[in-house]
């Protein structure tokens, strides 16, 4: 498995950070906390799955910022390429897709864990994960401690069980030592002290002969309490059974008589009776309201309404004459005009004429004759205009028309003989601009009066038509003698008309709806009589007169159900043997518990008699045994005899425990030994400058041979050299595997205590390690930035 990518969602440090990884040799260079061992915890908690637990001594590397928990890596197994994808540290989502076809896994964990094959986040750690924190624990082992590691390098997982071996046999020398003579060890001394209660045991019991017989008499006191109390708690429950059915009883008996009283009763109004007699009383009153609603509409529509008879008898009088007022009134408003028009006319003339000229008042003496003689002409020919108006036949209009020819005729006429008479001999003289003021003055002045005179009598006459009006006191009319609003009076009159007229109209089709209400009444009344008999026959069904009887009857009916559902209520609050208890008692519930109380009085007082007698037998008991000497003695050996079984399960258990660990990896690692030895021989070779040329086993013991043939153990090797022996030996292990498991070597900046050569001689050996399986270093020794690409490196 090789992986070629990594996309990082949010981890730690990282937020939406992606890496490619296009060589099988890649370096991961960054200065400290550039987030490289975040990085290979990313790595790992994607093949194997993240944290499930938080606490304070595991990182869960929560992200930093506001992003999703997980990632991707793209990986290549076996020449196919995968995506692999975690969100969420809890609850994880697991996506893997073939990038082949684009096409997700629905069950991805089979095909994840046939990518991993064997490997575990254990074993990986174990196997392919070298750091910088595994090589400082090797440098704090002993010689014998790195020797016995570096023997069982070859079984997986060796380290943690070496300790635990090595912990059991501590443990279980701590216990017991056999040849042990001050007995100063645990077990030794419990042994020895239970030899010595053993005989101060038999000493007692030889003292104490009648110890046994004393023993069987409390024995047997302590079964008669046993057996009273037992029968105490038997008789106490029942007890409290007879105290619940006593609490019962007057409810059972209520509900016996409810039950004897309901089976008397038998419904004689079943379902369909009373649904079908109900819908014919609906039926009925429905009617009832109907017919009673069409009589009054009937007596509604009668005519005779004297009210009514009075308003069309006005409204006949006056709608012949309402032509002619409408006429009056607009002639009323055209003369009011004319009026100011002459009178506007007369002041302009007025002003024209000056404070200085002879005012109409001062005429000269031979006009006044003629002037009162005009006025005379004036004054008949407005009377004869008046006269015109009332006798000439037809419209107003041509009244009107008629009276005003006839007023211009008479006043012409009257001007005319009124004239003075003048001769051939005596010329007229030229009038000036005054005269012809003073004449036109004139003639406005006289059609003033004339117009004058016509407006007050028109206003007399309107002011008697208002009167006619107001006294027919119409509602819909306003009440007015100004008239000017003569023309709204008749405008309220001509509504009025207008609504009279349709509702006459309206009830000319009453009447003829009148006839088919009529005919509808009595098929209603039909109807009304047919349910009625109807509901007679129902009633005669079941033997009841009227519809109070079956009203009755109802009431009775719901009284029993409801006396049903009060009987069904009473039942649920018994249980079936409740029931069947108070069903066969033939004594009331209260002398049976009276009769229970006295047992258990009795009981009691029994047990406190023989309780008394039992103190009374310890007493003597203990004064048998010495004062109690014998049960402490009995006590104490039961107490040794359990301290020592477990004493001695536990060294056992401890001392078979690391024998059998020791065995175990001695024959696991032994199986691969010799294959990691001629590895770890060229790579601890390469990495010493040939220093060292092979790596014996002599005896399960290691020993390390120069070029000049010299041996040297593990105590005479310096801690660099240890740690380069460490190692060789981890990376000899992998390669052995990698015939079976194809797994990238992981490296997170181990080599921090080699020297400089050192150092570049592990960079060229895991180039070569690359050429056949991938390698990722984290580090921050910038000697890589020399020794490997720029390919190769990944700047953090």
Known sequence: MKIEAIKIYGFGKWINQEFTLPNAMTVFYGENEAGKSTLMAFINGM???????????????????????????????????YRL???????????????????????????????????TSETFQQIYAISADELAEVRSLTPNELEQRLLKIGAVGATGWLQVADQFEKEAQALFAANSKNGKRPLNGLLAEYRRTADNQMEIQRQLPTYFASLESLQTQHQAIANLKAKLATQQTKLAELNELARLEPLYLQMRKLEQKQAKHEPKINEDTKVRFEQLQFQKTNLIEEITQLEQNLQTNNPGDAQTESLAQHLKEIQPRLGLLFELAANYRAVQQQLAQLKNQYQIIAAQLGPNEPSMQRQRPEDGAATNSSSKWTIGAVAVGIASLLLIPGNIVVKLIGAVVAMVIIWAVGRQMQAPKMTPSQPMPAPTKTQVAQAQLIRVQEQLEVTQKQFADLEQTILAE???????????????????????????????????????????????????????????????????????????????????????QLVKQNVDTQQNQELMAMQKQFTPQQLERLAGLTTPVAELVTATNMQLTQATVQLEALEQQLQ??????????????????EQQMANLQHDVLISLENFMIKQLTAQWINEALKQSSQQRMPQILALATKYFQEL????????????????????????YTLAELSKGTSEQLYVAFRIAFAQVLADMIEFPIIIDDGFVNFDARRVKRMHRLMLDLSANQQVIYFTSNTVVLTDFTAPQIVAL
Do not use: C, W
Request: proline share 3%.
């Open 85 to 119: 994808i975690r969100r969420h540290r809890t609850n994880t989502e697991l996506e893997l897709i073939d990038l082949a076809t684009n096409e997700a896994y629905p069950n991805p964990q089979p095909i994840l864990d046939s990518i991993l094959g064997p490997i």
């Open 466 to 552: 208002q009167r006619k009006i107001n006294a027919l006191t119409l509602s819909q009319v306003e009440y007015t003698s100004d008239p000017a609003e003569f023309s709204n009076q008749l405008q309220q009159i001509n509504q009025v008309i207008n609504e009279f007229t349709a509702e006459q109209q309206a009830n000319a089709l009453g009447k003829a709806d009148q006839v088919y209400q009529e005919q509808y009444y009595k098929q209603r009344q039909q109807q009304l009589a047919q349910i009625q008999r109807e509901m007679q026959t129902v009633l005669a069904s079941i033997n009841l007169m009227d519809e109070a009887e079956f009203h009755l």
């Open 47 to 81: 093949l194997f799955g993240f944290a499930s637990k938080k606490s304070k001594f595991i990182n869960t590397y929560e992200p930093k910022q506001q992003a999703i928990y997980g990632g991707e890596l793209i990986l290549n197994h076996h020449g196919k390429k």
């Open 688 to 711: 010493t400058g040939e220093n060292f040329v092979a790596i014996k086993m002599e005896s399960n013991m290691i020993a390390l041979v120069t070029t000049t043939e010299e041996r």
């Open 616 to 633: 009374t037998s310890q007493m003597q008991h203990l004064k048998v045994v010495s004062n109690g000497t014998i049960n402490e003695v």
